[in-house]
């Protein structure tokens, strides 16, 4: 969010215009996790008729806690005031850390033959085989044009991993049942991915598959990881750690396995890519792909 205009005060006792109490709204939804805010704000420009029982208010207060360390806090912003002030810095330092993750950062793209021949050797499994995961599951490539590792954002994972809290308020980001209607595709699959990350983080980071080898962020540790925020951050910086990311969860499920070491596509693509595989043909074009590079 870029800084925060205000024509008038919002608050308790403020002049409360609608579009400056949907700014408010806006930037408090934004810098929510910071501030300890269980649930986001209804962008809607409207307090109620008590204003002190008003959300919106509730929220100033505690970042007034929070950031400025007021005891007393009156859940009032004023134009220019120190509590605008102390927002807009928070919204710049939020920009900064949760939007684009990481610093920007030029990753080590690519693969060389012999981080194949690695691969290869600890799944015991032909080179080809892995070379036909990487066509199917990213065409070859981990990363967007915009240096971002590839990724799909599930709003029926996000739906799971932070309770169905947000069903109902955000249904184009969390839903009880997996609908393809939602996938945006490409680059803008991280708008999705950040709205949620305002709503829930880790909920968030763990409900998208990232990188060459697609990988859910809810497999973190089955790709060697503590936690998903270190596994994102590797998917980040470098194509190699995707392929050992890949190895590591092929060595954690005997089902994958075995498969990819017998050249079992339709096992491998039930347990890789889940039960309705075949309505995709994702044997089949793993099959095609296997072939292509043998």
Known sequence: MSELVLLSSVGIGGENKTEDVLNIQKALNTIQEKIGLNEPLAEDGELGEDVSASKTCYAIALMQEKILGFKNPDSLISCNGKTHQALNKALQETSSTSNLFLPKIEPEKGLKDEDYNDAAA??????????????????????????????????????????????????????????????????KEYERLQAAMRLDRIAALKSASFGRYQIMGFNHQATGYDDVESFVRDMFLAERHHLMAFVHFLKSNNRLLEAIQNLDWPTFARYYNGPSYAENHYDEKLESAYNKHC
């Open 122 to 187: 600890l799944l015991n499994c032909e080179v080809a085989a892995i070379k036909a995961v990487s066509e199917v599951e990213s065409s070859g490539s981990g990363y967007f044009d915009n240096d971002a590792p590839c990724i799909l954002f599930e709003a029926h994972q996000f739906s799971k991993y932070s309770d169905h809290r947000f069903d109902e308020s955000h249904p184009e980001i969390s839903s009880a049942k997996w609908d393809r209607s939602l996938y945006i595709g490409g680059e």
